[in-house]
């Protein structure tokens, strides 16, 4: 069963043919920014899976775990949609709230707890890691 993702405007869809191998809510700086503030949770999927239909804009930055990164927007409405790493070629990460389906797959860690918030809200229920997780 093929997912779908998009952005806000339309311009972009997303068809992903593969199952997610993973879903982490990550509170680095970068992501508190592309989310406004609360961070944000991730899917990794099969980067060969991944189809894009639309223009995506790509801005490279680097990581808080040092990886240099590639996230990936809407040109138009600005909507984050990407991110992919040099560091793992073979997976691109697609933001949950992108989906058409945002309820996917929950995170299952919560990573760089040690950049969230003072109000920020942690799932009790799964592993926490202060920084990127050992695996």
């Known amino acids: 069963m093929a997912h779908h993702a998009g952005c806000l ?9 593969a199952e997610p191998t ?5 509170w680095c700086r970068l992501c508190q920014y592309l989310s406004a503030g609360g961070g944000t949770v991730n899917l990794a ?4 899976a991944v189809q894009v239909d639309g223009d995506i804009c790509w801005h490279d930055s680097v990581a808080d775990s040092g990886n ?10 600005g909507t984050p949609l ?6 793992r070629p ?5 933001r949950a709230g992108a989906l058409d389906n945002p309820s996917l797959l929950a995170p299952q860690m919560e990573i760089w707890t040690s950049a969230a918030p003072d109000w ?8 926490h890691y202060p920084e990127q997780n050992p695996q």
């Open 90 to 94: 073979a997976v691109m990460i697609v």
């Open 22 to 26: 993973g879903a982490r809510h990550c």
């Open 45 to 48: 999927f099969p980067s060969d």
């Open 9 to 17: 405007c339309g311009q972009v869809r997303i068809t992903i043919d």
């Open 68 to 77: 240099a990164m590639q996230r990936g927007f809407c040109p138009r409405c």
């Open 120 to 127: 920020a809200c942690h799932d009790p229920g799964i592993p």
């Open 82 to 87: 990407l991110s992919r790493t040099e560091a």
